[in-house]
């Protein structure tokens, strides 16, 4: 065997056996997944009114006399179109209630449970910060204000800030 053949030889042994420690470091040893860690996400939902009660349902036909029971059946008509729901009523003013110094959570169900659905919330202290966890946070003013009259399509805003703000 000549020199080159030699060489020719361990550079082909040595290609094999780096391509097979490669396959063995590669194989089976994929690095552990990294978990991201858990966020919990709470989100205040605004409930709408439920809608108001279906019409009652027209009387049923009565039972057609013993003459009419052997006639042959007329065709039948074609159903007439249903007649458009008549249209929402004026909305009623109400009184919209004092919610500062509340909790924040609690001013909202106060509010819902006053008629008012539309609801917007501002950080107090103009920090921009979200409002994740509602029960952290104090109302301190409110737009419009307590005891003024208005409709429940009016937005309410509600200025609070963090329980442990200064």
């Known amino acids: 065997m000549t020199w080159k053949e030699a060489a020719s030889t361990a550079t082909s042994r040595l290609c094999v056996l780096a391509l097979a420690a490669l396959a063995t470091v590669s194989c089976g040893s994929t690095p552990p997944a990294q978990s991201a860690p858990a966020v919990t996400v709470f989100a205040t939902?605004?409930?709408?009114?439920?809608?108001?009660?279906?019409?009652?349902?027209?009387?049923?036909?009565?039972a057609p006399d013993a003459a009419e029971a052997h006639a042959p059946a007329a065709p039948a008509a074609p159903a007439a179109?249903?007649?458009?729901?008549?249209?929402?009523?004026?909305?009623?003013v109400k009184v919209i209630p004092n919610v500062v110094g509340m909790n924040?959570?609690?001013?909202?169900?106060?509010?819902?449970a006053a008629g008012f659905y539309r609801l917007r919330?501002?950080?107090?202290?103009?920090?921009?910060?979200?409002?994740v966890w509602d029960r952290n946070w104090v109302v301190q003013s409110q737009s419009p204000k307590a005891g003024s009259r208005a409709s429940s399509e009016t937005v309410i805003t509600l200025y609070s800030k963090k329980k442990t703000d200064p």
């Open 45 to 62: 939902v605004t409930a709408t009114p439920p809608p108001a009660p279906a019409q009652a349902a027209p009387a049923a036909p009565a």
């Open 81 to 92: 179109p249903e007649a458009p729901e008549a249209p929402a009523k004026a909305d009623k």
């Open 104 to 112: 924040h959570q609690r001013a909202q169900d106060r509010l819902q």
């Open 121 to 131: 919330e501002v950080d107090a202290t103009g920090q921009k910060r979200l409002m």
